[in-house]
């Protein structure tokens, strides 16, 4: 069995709150879960695409009391895969996570 807690907690809800794709699950809370999936099709210009992929990652970080900021960067786009780096501020430390 594993536990976690403290910034490695925190780190993983991060990961799982962006990966879980917002308003698909009865399970979750509305304020759970990340948009990027809508993004998916859309006739946007790519640096519009980017900015709102940014932009969905910190609301989804945002519910979280436990991470007072967070910075997503877009590490590399190729075809239908995006790769961020985001940069967490948590009330346990610094982190940042890839996804």
Known sequence: ????????????WAWRAI???RYRYSSFSWDYGCELESLVGQPYRADTRLSEAVRYV???LAVCPYIPGA??????????TL???????TVYGEASIHV
Not at 1 to 12: H, I, M, N, P, R
């Open 1 to 12: 069995q594993c536990l976690v807690s403290g910034l490695e907690a925190v780190k993983s």
């Open 19 to 21: 990966q879980t794709a």
């Open 58 to 60: 910190r609301e989804a």
């Open 71 to 80: 910075a997503a960067e877009v590490v590399g786009f190729d075809g239908s």
């Open 83 to 89: 790769r961020m780096r985001v940069s967490l501020t």
